[in-house]
C-alpha cells in the first residue's frame, strides 16, 4: 500500500491518501488538491508530489 500525507506537499491539511500504486495515489492526490485547495496539479508538480509517496510500511515505522 502507497500514502501520501497532504501536509508532506506543503499543505495544512491532515488529509492521507492510500491506494496499491504511485499513479493510483497521484491520481486521488490530483482529485483531492482540485476539489480541497483549488490546485491543479500540472505534470512537473505530480512528479515532486511522487518523491513524497511512501510505503505504508515505512510509514508505520516513523
Given at each position: ?58 510509514e508505520s515505522r516513523?
Amino acid at each position: 500500500m502507497k500514502t501520501l500525507n497532504c501536509s508532506d506537499a506543503g499543505f495544512d491539511c491532515k488529509g492521507v491518501i492510500k491506494a496499491n500504486s504511485v499513479e493510483e495515489v497521484l491520481q486521488q492526490a490530483a482529485i483531492h488538491a482540485k476539489e480541497v485547495h483549488g490546485v491543479a496539479v500540472t505534470p512537473e508538480l505530480a512528479a515532486q508530489i511522487a518523491t513524497l509517496i511512501k510505503d505504508e510500511k515505512e510509514e508505520s515505522r516513523n
